[in-house]
């Protein structure tokens, strides 16, 4: 499919549940609920599909694997229930695209619910040289592999070793720091929720300019102003930096920032098979 302007999809791939203090400050009464039973908070994740006239059809993350019943360690679908999943490759579908026809994939960090189709693009031209910053593969790549034998798990930190380590057919390509890929689309380092969170730039005719922070933003609350940070971070002067990185830019161009997962603006959100252009 062939496009004279650049446009994008968001792709929906799951609804499921994380506890609130792991996204949002908790207020004081919150924090002595939260004590006796977490509070529990609902997510969506979604990836981004990009046409672009030269770079051609370019896949921002892949979401949760639509097979996680069977394929995930038990302790990830306890604490992360899943309500509702698609098939990646049946929503491609219905844009008349198939896997092979992904051009470039680009993983904004190794999370399960952005990286759990990664095996999807075994052998295909984008999992030659999928897109991910070093900082994250090797925070991933070591954390993944850390067994812990109370749990018998490996204690993953939200990495699920499978779904990225030892993959036949997929291959990286580490970038540092930030990279453009065209005048129109670009990629930012945010760390802070992870050591190597990526974002995207896309810069479009009437959508202007948005912003896919990833996990450097989960939602209108962490972005503020003022910044919010949440319970899960791991690097709190990073993360409050990475938030303002992306104020910035989206204040100089009136740009717009797509929450990761935050569900009131989801349903704000045109889905695929609509087009942002
Ligand atoms: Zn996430």
Known sequence: ??????????IHS???DAYKDEHVTLSEEEKKINAESRIIWPLNCYAVLVQHPSLGNILFDTGIDSNWSYRWPRNLAEGYPVHQSFDLKEKLSELGLYVDDIGLLIISHLHFDHCGNLHLFRGTKAGQGV????EEAKHAFMRSNIFDPAREVYHGDGYVRHEFNGLDGISFRLVSGDVKLADDLELLLLPGHTPGTMGMVVRTEEAGTVIFPSDAIYN???YGPPAVLPGMCARPAEYAASIEKCRKIAEAEHG???FSH????FKTYRLSPEWYE
């Open 1 to 10: 499919m062939k496009t004279d302007r650049t446009r994008f999809t968001l």
């Open 14 to 16: 799951a609804d499921f």
């Open 131 to 134: 897109i991910v910053q070093e």
């Open 220 to 222: 209108a609350t962490n």
């Open 256 to 258: 717009t920032v797509f």
């Open 262 to 265: 935050d569900v009131n603006a």
